[in-house]
């Protein structure tokens, strides 16, 4: 995946980023498997520097830069994963099974049955992508504040 151009805003250029990533790994749905072995090489090192040195403009530094992008690599990591999984190999059924056993077993699932878990036609994974990287985003940013 290609490097952004840097910009004056670091959780623009973070956002940019991590949304590449997924894509690339979205689109190559094999990739996230390769996560369980080290991954080191120029292109891993390039992105990595670009996102660190976006969070060294958002104010982190020491641990607080180490946690924060560990944070965003595995929140990408993870999403892009979770999200390939189902794409690739879930049972379009076994979900909807799922929501429907929620539905019916709402006194013993009311967190679950009241927030819509797993209602594909409420929150699409691009929305669900989107808040939660900001939400990494802001925690980011307080991390990099207390590190």
């Given at each position: 995946?290609?490097?952004?151009?840097?910009?004056?805003?670091?959780?623009?250029?973070?956002?940019?980023?991590?949304?590449?990533?997924?894509?690339?790994?979205?689109?190559?749905?094999?990739?996230?498997?390769?996560?369980?072995?080290?991954?080191?090489?120029?292109?891993?090192?390039?992105?990595?520097?670009?996102?660190?040195?976006?969070?060294?403009?958002?104010?982190?530094?020491?641990?607080?830069?180490?946690?924060?992008?560990?944070?965003?690599?595995?929140?990408?990591?993870?999403?892009?994963?979770?999200?390939?999984?189902?794409?690739?190999?879930?049972?379009?059924?076994?979900?909807?099974?799922?929501?429907?056993?929620?539905?019916?077993?709402?006194?013993?699932?009311?967190?679950?049955?009241?927030?819509?878990?797993?209602?594909?036609?409420?929150?699409?994974?691009?929305?669900?992508?989107?808040?939660?990287?900001?939400?990494?985003?802001?925690?980011?940013?307080?991390?990099?504040?207390?590190g």
């Amino acid at each position: 995946m290609p490097i952004p151009e840097v910009t004056d805003d670091w959780r623009q250029d973070a956002r940019v980023l991590v949304r590449a990533w997924r894509a690339a790994m979205l689109r190559h749905p094999w990739a996230p498997g390769l996560i369980g072995r080290p991954m080191l090489g120029p292109n891993v090192l390039a992105r990595t520097e670009f996102l660190q040195a976006a969070l060294v403009r958002g104010g982190c530094g020491g641990l607080g830069l180490t946690v924060a992008t560990r944070m965003l690599a595995n929140y990408v990591i993870g999403a892009s994963l979770t999200e390939a999984t189902w794409r690739q190999h879930a049972d379009p059924g076994a979900r909807a099974a799922a929501r429907e056993h929620v539905a019916a077993s709402a006194d013993t699932y009311p967190t679950l049955h009241a927030s819509g878990h797993l209602d594909d036609s409420r929150w699409d994974d691009d929305l669900l992508f989107e808040e939660g990287l900001d939400g990494v985003l802001r925690a980011a940013a307080r991390a990099g504040a207390s590190g």
